[in-house]
């Protein structure tokens, strides 16, 4: 993924440790961080040197690490109150249940804590990523902070469900350096789509011919799913439909899979009326098979020639919910291999949709960057050359303005 796309580049994060074996993976979270563009400055609790030590992470983050709140280093001898004024955003991570009962409370007996409560709190965020064992996840007392935590304007980040490192398996690991870092790019974005819900189709669909063979195309997903990516982190419901594809689910987002499209139509028509916008960007098959052969097609020897198909036509999904009484805000994509804008403009009258993107086909199949027009009654909009999640970035601004919302 591009760093530029993140957004994280330039940023000053504050990044906490307190005491948790999770500890090991802040390690390669500040070099993710790092590579993602931001400078990062590690605050540790006692607790947290108990697991790591700071030349690790002074290493990774080429900034001397802070421990103490009596650090003679500091000139003024405030590092409380250096460290977090000209940070973006502290993120706490691993945050163990004691630290978040200290933050509850406002307590600052520990650089840390002491650090968190002297931040600026209207332009320096907390973001806390909660590590500890189920059973301290799940006590009331840890249920009462969380709650406050969040009252009191925090970001919680996760936690995990899975194996723990104490052998039990259940709710409080804390996230992986990826996870934390998707979620922290998404606390920067701003909510151009908050409270909006945002349906997606996405990838190709695979029109089975036998039990082994079938009609599908080059459609990699990655468009739709960017777009997914940056309606979630715009602060929309997001449900993606998707057709046989191997790429991650965005955090976040609510994934049903499919393989052909009549099972694309079925899904997109069973969920389209709870939602507000609707984005097709599925390259679906226009025809099937007409008959599904239950056994493969072998070839028989002396045989004059192949064996031929009927096709049938499949549904068109977009055009369908252009077409309901009360549709969501509607927008397709062209991928054409010439005459671009003449077949967007032709496609977006033919489909009833108020919103087209055209892109040359060969040139955005499999890549991670792309080039796109944007169509609508008033003419078009040219989004240069980028990776696609920066071009779903502003697609999704461009819809927002589109559906007024956002700021
Ligand atoms: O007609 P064409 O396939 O070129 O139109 C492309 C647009 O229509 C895309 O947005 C695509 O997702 C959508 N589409 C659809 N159902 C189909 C065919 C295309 O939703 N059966």
Redesign the pocket.
């Known amino acids: 993924m591009a760093a530029a796309s993140l957004g994280l580049a330039g940023r000053h994060i504050v990044l906490g440790l307190s005491g948790g074996i999770a500890c090991y993976k802040a390690a390669d979270f500040t070099r993710e961080l790092v590579k993602a563009g931001a400078t990062v400055q590690v605050v540790m609790t006692e607790a947290a040197e108990e697991f790591i030590t700071p030349v690790t992470l002074q290493a990774l983050s080429n900034r001397r690490v802070y421990t103490s709140q009596w650090d003679a280093r500091e000139p003024n001898n405030m590092a409380h109150i250096n460290l977090t004024r000209e940070a973006d955003a502290i993120v706490i991570a691993p945050a163990s249940a004691d630290l978040i009962a200290k933050l509850v409370q406002g307590r600052a007996d520990d650089l840390l804590s002491l650090m968190c409560l002297a931040r600026p709190i209207e332009r320096c965020p907390l973001l806390v990523a909660p590590a500890m064992n189920r059973e301290m996840w799940a006590h009331p007392a840890t249920k009462r902070n969380l709650a406050q935590l969040r009252a009191d304007g925090t970001a919680i980040l996760g936690p995990g469900s899975g194996d723990q490192a104490c052998g039990e398996i259940g709710d409080g690991r804390m996230l992986e350096p990826a996870e934390l870092l998707a979620d922290m790019v998404a606390c920067f974005q701003p909510k151009l789509l908050a409270g909006r819900r945002v349906l997606i ?1 996405a990838g190709p669909t695979f029109e089975p011919i036998d039990p082994v063979r079938g009609i599908t195309n080059h459609s990699s997903g990655k468009m739709g799913f960017a777009i997914a990516r940056a309606a979630a982190d715009a602060g929309a419901a997001v449900t993606l439909v998707a057709g046989p594809v191997h790429l991650p689910t965005p955090r976040g987002v609510a994934r049903i899979d499919v393989m052909t ?1 009549r099972q694309m139509f079925d899904a997109t028509l069973s969920a389209v009326a709870a939602h507000d916008v609707f984005v ?5 098959a ?1 025809w099937r098979p007409a008959r599904f052969n239950d056994h493969k097609i072998k070839k028989q020897a002396g045989e004059k020639g192949p064996p031929s198909f009927e096709l049938a036509e ?6 369908t919910v252009a077409a309901l009484p009360k549709p969501p805000y509607c927008v ?4 054409e291999s010439h005459d671009l804008l003449a077949h967007a403009r032709e ?1 977006r009258v033919r ?1 009833g949709i108020p919103l087209i993107v055209a892109n040359l086909g060969p040139a955005t199949f499999g890549q991670d960057d792309n080039a796109l027009t944007l169509v609508d009654a008033n003419g078009e909009r040219e989004l240069p050359r980028a990776d696609k999640l920066t071009l779903a970035r502003q697609l999704v601004a461009e819809i927002a303005r589109r559906v007024g919302v956002g700021q």
């Not at 499949?314 to 055009?319: E, R, V």
Request: glycine residues 4%; aromatic residues 4%.
């Open positions: 189709t499209a097709a960007t599925a390259a679906v226009d499949n549904p068109d999904i977009l055009a397709g994509f062209a991928a496609k489909k």
